[in-house]
């Protein structure tokens, strides 16, 4: 590949960011995969004779993979400090593919095969929660490694990707569940009021029941596989090259990206701010961990999962015949908005769009809370709608731009280590106290709280939140030093 020594070659910064960028829609894939084949994974485990599949396992099973997640968020800040940003994201590939083939075939050809019972729940849990490391690692390195191989020009732009490759793979996957299921029919789930349900289901459903939900899991292999090979060709960050003293292999790639001209200087700026290879991660006060906390807190605490994980049950619950269309439907409109993120966020700036994003959830959240279960059907997807989209253009992509570019690089690792393992608590938190919140208080109050909180991020971000549009990774340690 040719490269133009003066500006650098856009090719292959293009190439490197798109092989990235698909641990974002792994990311988007395997958190989503779960809305599609909960149903008939609950109605296969309730035909366990050896213990009854409650409520609580089944909540617990459709979130399990989120304990990997918050496994894989903590320790990724010490595997991209130690191993690399690189081999970091090479683990996480073998991580989804090994969890994408397990979750498939949990008997891993040791146990009976398709006899439902308690050790291949257990065994299935695990697969999970291996896939959730993956995610867990993918959702702080890859968003840290594209913050540091983009000039700072168009960084906010090339970290917005990454959530586009999130919602990608959600839409991806709605669309594989959704021609996976074809002419089957889930099986319809019957509370009996104890925790314990009852399928009521005919011989459509059988299938769905016994193979719809292992193709569901095990298409994952596919994208897995890919990524796990391609990063393997893309070359270390600079930055991360620099901290081990790699410096003449970091002015190369500073050389391809920027340009040789730039390079040089790029370099000098980096080793400035590197004078250590990583501080005490309290080393520029409280309140840059803290902003970093609250940013990754309020992306979560804010509802959004709730959409994400469970819109057919969301939208069955508001009376819609086919609530699989209607996802995808949301997933389309989900693409879309997050493009207007990518197009904006370097002439926009990161504020703005968090601020704005925040008071369009906040109406929306409030308008499905005053219309759910009335006769305004319509209006009330349209709210469901509109909040989903603001958080697209908002919370969704900014959120993932500043926690790659807000902390110091002496102690980026770790920072993004603490913040993005908060995301997952909360993600946790949100995913498995939705259906029991909407289900006793009502999707009213569920989502007039939803609602408040949206509020509550926008004060945050206007009165705690620095701007980072146009600046520099190394400018961040210049700015907490003034705090």
């Known amino acids: 590949m040719s490269t133009n020594n003066e500006k650098g070659s856009t090719a292959y910064l293009t190439g490197i960011v798109v092989v990235a960028v698909l641990g974002g829609l792994l990311f988007g894939y395997d958190t989503a995969v779960i809305s599609g084949a909960e149903k008939g994974l609950q109605a296969f485990f309730m035909g366990a004779k050896d213990f009854t599949y409650t ?5 617990f099973t459709s979130s399990s993979a989120l304990i990997g997640c918050i496994i894989g968020s903590a320790i990724s800040g010490i595997l991209a400090s130690n191993w690399g940003r690189k081999k970091s994201l090479i683990f996480a590939g073998v991580m989804f593919f090994i969890s994408a083939w397990g979750s498939m075939c949990p008997e891993s050809m040791i146990l ?19 896939g959730g490391v993956g995610v867990g690692l993918a959702s702080a390195v890859c968003p840290m490694y594209i913050g540091e191989v983009a000039p700072s020009g168009i960084r ?19 669309f594989v569940n959704f021609f996976i299921l074809g002419d089957h029919v889930a099986p ?38 890919l990524f796990a090979i391609l990063i393997c060709f ?20 500073l050389a391809k990206i920027n340009g040789a001209s730039q390079a040089k200087s790029i370099l000098a700026e980096i080793k400035e701010t590197m004078t250590v290879k990583t501080e005490p991660i ?29 819109a057919p049950r969301i939208y069955g619950a508001m009376g819609f015949e086919d609530p699989m269309i209607l996802t995808v439907f949301n997933g389309i409109v989900n693409l879309g908005f997050t493009c207007v993120a990518i197009f904006t966020v370097e002439k926009l700036g990161r504020k703005p769009l968090l601020i704005v994003g925040s008071l369009g959830m906040a109406l929306g959240a409030i308008g499905v809370a005053c219309t759910f279960g009335t006769e305004y059907q319509l209006l009330c997807m349209v709210s469901l709608m ?14 993932w731009v500043l926690i790659a570019e807000v902390f110091p690089n002496t102690i980026r690792g770790g920072a993004v280590a603490i913040a993005v393992a908060f995301q997952w608590i909360f993600n946790w938190i949100v995913s498995t106290s939705f259906v029991p919140m909407a289900n006793s208080l009502g999707y009213w109050f569920t989502y007039g709280l939803y609602g408040v909180i ?26 907490w030093k003034k705090q």
């Open 188 to 225: 319809a789930i019957e509370s009996l009021g104890n925790g314990i349900n009852q399928i009521m289901n005919g011989a459509e459903a059988s299938w769905a029941i016994e193979n719809g939900w292992r193709y569901m899991f095990g298409s994952e292999m596919i994208p897995a596989g």
């Open 454 to 479: 949206c509020i509550l991020a926008a004060l945050f971000v206007w009165k705690l939140v620095p701007e980072t549009k146009g600046k520099t990774l190394e400018d961040m340690t210049k700015l």
């Open 282 to 310: 309290l080393t520029y006060g409280l309140l840059c961990i803290f902003v970093g906390i609250m940013l990754s807190v309020f992306q979560q605490a804010v509802g959004i999962n709730a959409v994400l994980y469970f």
């Open 112 to 130: 009976p095969e398709g006899e439902a019972n308690m050790t291949l729940l257990v065994v299935f849990n695990i697969y999970r929660v291996i």
């Open 156 to 174: 906010g732009m090339l970290v917005s990707w990454n959530q586009f490759a999130i919602i990608f793979g959600q839409l991806v996957v709605y």
């Open 55 to 59: 409520d609580f396992w089944h909540g």
């Open 234 to 253: 893309v070359p270390e960050t600079p930055r991360y090259l620099a901290s081990i003293g790699e410096d003449s292999k970091a002015e190369t790639i």
């Open 386 to 399: 509109v909040y989903s989209a603001s958080f697209m253009f908002s919370w969704g992509p900014i959120c």
